[in-house]
C-alpha cells in the first residue's frame, strides 16, 4: 500500500522541479527498504485536444475543467490500495501537447507518491475527492509577477513568438494561478519561493 506526498501550485511555480528533488532525497531514505518514490504528476489527466475542440474549450487548456478529474480520483484510488500489481499512469508530454496513456509505471517498490499538479486542493466539486485521498500537502507560493516571467519563457521556449507567449501567459496561465491561490483549502505546509 502507497503513501502520498502531494506539491501544489501554480503552473511556473516549481512543482515538478520540487517533485523532483524530494523524489531523488527519498530514494536515498527508502533504498536500505530496497523501496523508492515516484512523482505522479496530475498533468497526464489534461483532455485530448480533440475533446477540447469539441468543447469549445481548448483556448481554456489548463483550466480546471479541462482535466479528467474523475480519472485522476480513480487513479489515486488505485495508487493508495495497490498491493502486489503495477498501476499504469497517464504523462503529459508537453512538446507534442498531448497525455500519453500508460506511460509511467509505478510498482509496489514504490512506498511514497509524489503527486503534483495545480488544483490538488481546490475546494471544487470532484476535486475535493483529489485532496481528500492526499497525505502531507505542500503549497508553493510564488509572485504572480515571477509566475508571469516564467510562463512567457516557457512558451518562448515551445516556439511562439513573444506577443503569442504574452498572450498566452496572460490569458490563461495567470487567470488560473489566481484561482489555485483564491480557491485552494489549506495546506499543511507553505514553501515561498521568489526565484
Given at each position: 500500500k502507497g503513501s502520498f506526498v502531494s506539491i501544489m501550485g501554480s503552473s511556473g511555480s516549481g512543482k515538478s522541479t520540487l517533485a523532483s528533488s524530494l523524489v531523488a532525497l527519498l530514494d536515498k531514505r527508502l533504498a536500505a527498504r530496497e523501496e523508492s518514490a515516484v512523482v505522479v504528476p496530475m498533468d497526464g489527466f489534461h483532455l485530448d485536444n480533440d475533446v477540447l475542440d469539441s468543447h469549445g474549450s481548448r483556448a481554456v487548456k489548463g483550466s480546471p475543467h479541462t482535466f479528467d478529474v474523475a480519472g485522476f480520483v480513480s487513479l489515486l484510488s488505485r495508487l493508495s490500495a495497490r498491493s502486489e500489481q503495477s498501476v499504469y499512469v497517464p504523462v503529459f508530454d508537453r512538446t507534442a501537447d498531448l497525455s500519453r496513456n500508460a506511460a509511467q509505471e509505478v510498482t509496489v517498490r514504490h512506498s511514497i507518491a509524489v503527486v503534483e499538479g495545480?488544483?490538488?486542493?481546490?475546494?471544487?466539486?470532484l476535486w475535493r475527492e483529489v485532496a481528500a485521498q492526499l497525505g502531507c500537502s505542500v503549497m508553493l507560493e510564488v509572485p504572480i509577477s515571477t509566475l508571469e516571467t516564467r510562463l512567457?519563457?516557457?512558451?518562448?521556449?515551445?516556439?511562439?513568438?513573444?506577443?503569442?507567449?504574452?498572450?498566452?501567459?496572460?490569458?490563461?496561465?495567470?487567470?488560473?494561478?489566481q484561482l489555485v491561490l483564491k480557491e485552494s483549502i489549506a495546506a499543511d505546509l507553505y514553501y515561498e519561493s521568489v526565484r
Open positions: 495545480n488544483y490538488l486542493l481546490l475546494d471544487r466539486p512567457i519563457q516557457r512558451w518562448l521556449d515551445h516556439g511562439h513568438t513573444q506577443e503569442e507567449a504574452r498572450d498566452r501567459a496572460l490569458s490563461n496561465d495567470i487567470p488560473n494561478a
